[in-house]
């Protein structure tokens, strides 16, 4: 039996790591992961968009520098099976000049795309602007 796969946003990795709305849905789907019953992907961008994230949640005073780097040495063990985005550029750059959306959004939507598989985000303005043509991406 395949496992089924899904490409997943530093949106939903970063509730992971901090109490957000839709963070029970983001937790529940990382032991999916690792109980090895889904596998998860993501471009290797990912790691640059959630420690930017932890960051910037120091800065502001609404995590400390442990937790920050607390995630980060998780992410080091447990994120999702990272996949180089230098072969879903072309791709990824034509999908954001068609839909308007980012180029960073649309790396994770080209990876879902190839792949077969689902994209899962917690961005509820990506989501409902790029949901109507592409039905593969669902909102956590």
Not at 54 to 66: E, I, L, N, Q, W
């Amino acid at each position: 039996m395949a496992l089924t796969q899904a490409v997943v946003d530093s949106s939903v990795v970063v509730k992971w790591f901090f109490p957000e709305p839709s963070r029970p849905e983001a937790l529940r789907l990382l032991q999916l992961y690792r109980d090895a019953k889904i596998v998860l992907l993501a471009p290797s961008l990912l790691i640059t968009e959630v420690c930017n994230v932890c960051c910037k949640k120091v800065r502001r005073g609404s995590a400390t520098a442990s937790v920050a780097k607390t995630a980060y040495r998780f992410l080091e063990t447990f994120s999702p099976v990272l996949v180089e985005e230098r072969g879903l550029m072309h791709e990824a750059m034509t999908l954001a000049l068609t839909t308007g959306q980012s180029i960073y959004d649309c790396l994770y939507l080209t990876l879902a795309l190839r792949r077969g598989c689902d994209l899962i985000t917690a961005d509820q303005k990506f989501h409902a602007a790029v949901r109507p043509t592409f039905p593969s991406v669902l909102r956590l």
